[in-house]
């Protein structure tokens, strides 16, 4: 679910605009930077903290 | 990674640390689709607002209602004057033997609410009448009579609301979407109703041959609902025997009488 609400989300944001996720150890934190560099967003990595830049 | 406009959204992150919001049963309801690239809130929140007319509650009506139901459509009516047969259950899910004498509507109708609760289900237990397609959004055409079907399109072209066409029979089916006054309606694909084409019970039908027709028909609906690019000036000639599938495009006709053309 970490990854839905992570789409709408950034379907509400504007290009350029940036959110940070934190997800759990396990399926979310594997989960929400693939699909979201496979949208096309910027995706970058720190921990559980997942900074992604809309495209 | 910069934040390019320095505006930094945190979105499960606020003090003290979660790991997820609280649960949304709405969500979670439709997020397998809401997870999909080619669907969006804005595409979930149109389905929510709309009112889907669903004539005939039979082979192709179940899936196509079943899937709109399940998929968040706000309000779906379910037109049938019939009752449920023995011979419906083989191909007609939402229908169970217990169900034998009841208006296939009211069955129908009580099986999709449970399916989802959140949604208005209206039964029409009645033949369907032009006057029904008045305030809906789209109608679907899940009937068996070529008489019906030229109603229904020349209906919605009338009132200028989409339609989703469909036919099965045998091993072979059709499905055509149409937007009236843009694309090619019924009556501009098939002037003329075949002079010798087999019913159901002369042709005969395999159950999941009536639940591809009706899935895809289903598809088409949601499509539409959505905004997304549909199977219009065109129709699918289903061939489930061969599981061969034609896209043959069709154009409006000058002077159709339904649609008036182009």
């Given amino acids: 679910m970490t990854w839905v609400r992570t789409k709408l989300e950034l379907e509400r944001m504007a290009p350029g605009e940036a959110l940070e996720v934190r997800c759990a150890e396990g399926e979310a934190l594997e989960n929400v930077p693939r699909s979201a560099a496979a949208a096309g967003h910027d995706v ?5 903290i997942v900074r992604i830049v809309r495209r | 990674m910069s934040d390019r406009r320095g505006f930094l959204k945190s979105l ?22 809401l997870v999909l690239p080619e669907w969006s809130e804005a595409a979930q929140r149109r389905l929510e607002a709309a009112g889907v007319l669903v004539v005939g509650a039979g082979a192709l009506g179940s899936p196509v209602a079943t899937y709109l139901a399940g998929a968040g459509v706000g309000r779906v009516g379910i037109v049938d004057g019939g009752d449920v047969e023995l011979s419906n259950l083989h191909r007609q899910h939402l229908h169970f033997t217990p169900d034998l004498g009841v208006p296939k509507a009211h069955s ?7 399916l989802n609760p959140e949604i208005v289900v209206e039964p029409y237990h009645a033949e369907f009448a032009p006057a029904m397609v008045e305030g809906q959004d789209l109608v679907v055409d899940c ?5 019906t079907r030229y109603a229904v399109n020349a209906a919605c072209c009338k009132a200028g609301i989409a339609l989703v066409e469909a036919g099965v029979t ?21 002037p003329h109703a075949p002079a010798d ?10 159950g999941p041959a009536a639940g591809v027709i009706g899935s895809m028909q289903a598809l088409e609906a949601l499509k539409l609902l959505a905004g997304l690019p549909a199977l219009t000036d ?10 061969e599938v034609l896209r043959v495009a069709v154009e409006r006709r000058a002077g159709c009488p339904d649609c008036g053309g182009a």
């Fill in chain 1, 44 to 48: 970058a990595v720190d921990g559980r």
């Fill in chain 2, 12 to 33: 499960v992150g606020a003090p003290p640390a979660r790991d997820d919001a609280a649960p949304d049963p709405r969500l979670e309801r439709y997020s397998r689709q």
């Fill in chain 2, 108 to 114: 129908a109708a009580s099986k999709l609410r449970f």
């Fill in chain 2, 143 to 147: 009937t068996d009579s070529f008489a």
């Fill in chain 2, 170 to 190: 045998g091993m072979t089916g059709l499905v055509m979407a149409i937007r009236p006054g843009h694309t090619a309606c019924y009556r501009c694909a098939f």
């Fill in chain 2, 197 to 206: 084409a087999p019913s159901c019970a002369e042709a005969g039908i395999l």
């Fill in chain 2, 234 to 243: 065109a129709f699918a000639q289903v061939d489930l025997a061969a599981l």
